[in-house]
């Protein structure tokens, strides 16, 4: 049986497919638009793969209301394709003429998923079926399934919402899976941090205000242009994340996201798609080491000072007020935060006060050296840093580190945290703002040395309190850096 050129344009999304014994040939349903023929020549698209190859095969023959047809148009119809048990042809797959648009193979693509998955299966998959699946299927699956339950009238019953949770759990739990494979993926970063961008609501709720779970986006590699065309470039930018030969690269992103940097999900091409961090790479277990072994990390502090950064200087009354809101969860995780200091051992004899002796009597002691350089008002600045992620990119490993927290140097220094050459990212803490956010969270204005402080941006100018994001002339120290024993 000879192929033939169809002339009529068609699209079909495959809805459902079938094996037939004795032959590689495969029977598929769905809906075509457009006139498809016995015999025609015939293109296999399945959009929403990642490493998605165009594969040309032809009709066998065709079935309407299960009576042999010799063409269909605009009907539901079934196909026999040739060979094509060979192909990976699955709910999803779009079947087309030679010259049919992009768009009009996404639109069918779409209308598959929704109309299988959703409208057929309610989201009630099989392993098999997830198995097959590609990151962009479960995540149009997703999608789909939560648009038209959410435009049920009335309230949900309390078993259809176990019910409901249960079908994107599972759903949840094979896409993570797949991130975690997939040979790469596209994510969202903020061209203001250079860290991926993170994404949160702030809501009124009676008198208060509430800001949704910071959550970064990815994108996958079929809807990576959607991303571009949806982030303006001169904001964002869409950056490849890819597995590696390792095969850790996606994993170790995702960690320091959540882990690093504080985001508490991870969406996935659209908003409405969105797993929780734990759910994709479980929260790191330090029981059993020794505390000096734990590395220093405070992401729930890195998240509101990147998202504090993203706004750079709010200029509307509800930037001003989102700024206000940050800043002060800014200030309550700063008060709790151990930070890392870069530090080097001084070859210079220690004179002991025989009291300091007495107390270390066998224990060896080393003056150690840290670098500071001249910030605002000629005062001296100390680098303190959230993770050693951050000081490595300032520091190199000559410089090995100890923890602390804030309060043993702002009797005495200016305190720059995660200080860098992206000044954004960065913020000044001294004495006099530590007491102002000490009241400002009612709390006790602290008197002594080491009492643990707080931390404010050097912005004199303004009256609200914010954590302000750095610039050049404030950290400017006539070009020197010099080390602090």
């Not at 004795?22 to 029977?27: H, K, M, Q, S």
């Not at 594969?55 to 063409?71: H, P, T």
């Not at 303190?384 to 490993?397: A, V, W, Y």
């Not at 931390?455 to 303004?462: G, I, R």
Request: charged letters at 35%.
């Amino acid at each position: 049986m000879s192929e033939t050129n169809n002339e009529n344009k068609f699209v079909y999304g495959v809805l459902d497919t079938f094996e037939l014994k004795g032959t590689n040939d495969i029977a598929v349903v769905g809906r075509v638009r457009g006139t498809v023929s016995k015999d025609d020549k015939i293109f296999i698209t399945n959009y929403g793969d990642d490493d998605d190859e165009l594969v040309v095969s032809s009709v066998v023959s065709l079935e309407i209301d299960r009576k042999q047809a010799d063409s269909a148009t605009d009907c539901f119809v079934a196909l026999r394709i040739r060979d094509g048990l060979s192909e990976n042809i699955k709910p999803g797959s779009v079947i087309h003429s030679e010259d049919t648009e992009e768009g009009e193979i996404h639109l069918a693509y779409v209308t598959a998923i929704g109309d299988s998955y959703v409208g057929k299966r309610d989201l009630e998959l099989y392993e098999t079926e997830l198995t097959r699946m590609s990151i962009t299927d479960c995540s149009e699956a997703w999608r789909i399934f939560i648009k038209i339950h959410e435009k049920k009238e009335g309230a949900f019953e309390d078993e259809e919402i176990k019910e409901f949770r249960r079908k994107v759990g599972n759903l949840a739990r094979s896409l993570a899976k797949k991130i975690l494979a997939a040979d790469e993926i596209y994510a969202v970063y903020n061209k203001k941090t250079g860290e991926p961008h993170m994404f949160s609501r702030t809501s009124k709720v009676n008198d208060d205000f509430v800001c949704s779970p910071p959550e970064i986006h990815i994108f996958s590699k079929p809807y990576r242009k959607i991303g571009e065309k949806h982030f303006p470039e001169d904001l964002f930018e869409i950056k490849k994340i890819e597995r590696g030969e390792d095969g850790q690269g996606i994993r170790d992103f995702l960690f320091e996201s959540f882990y690093l940097n504080g985001a508490l999900g991870l969406r996935v091409n659209f908003e409405a798609v969105a797993i929780g961090a734990e759910n994709v790479i479980p929260k790191p277990n330090y029981s059993g080491m020794k505390e000096n072994e734990i590395p220093v990390t405070n992401p729930n502090l890195v998240r509101w000072m990147l998202l504090r950064s993203q706004i750079s200087n709010p200029t509307t009354d509800a930037e001003k007020m989102i700024a206000k809101i940050y800043y002060r969860f800014f200030a309550i995780e700063v008060m709790k935060a151990k930070f890392v200091i870069p530090a080097k051992p001084s070859d210079e004899k220690i004179e002991i006060p025989e009291e300091i002796a007495k107390q270390t009597e066998g224990v060896e002691l080393q003056r150690l050296r840290f670098p500071i350089m001249v910030g605002k008002n000629r005062r001296n600045l100390v680098y303190l840093f959230t993770d050693m992620k951050r000081l490595r990119s300032m520091f190199d490993e000559e410089w090995s580190a100890f923890s602390q927290d804030v309060g043993k140097f702002v009797n005495n220094f200016d305190v720059g945290i995660n200080i860098s050459n992206k000044y954004t990212l960065g913020c000044y803490i001294n004495k006099d703002t530590i007491e102002e956010i000490r009241r400002m969270l009612g709390l006790e204005v602290a008197k002594t040395e080491g009492e643990s402080e707080a931390a404010k941006a050097e912005d004199k100018d303004s009256d609200e309190g914010e954590a302000k994001a750095s610039n050049a002339d404030e950290a400017k120290s006539d070009g020197d850096k010099k080390d602090e024993e």
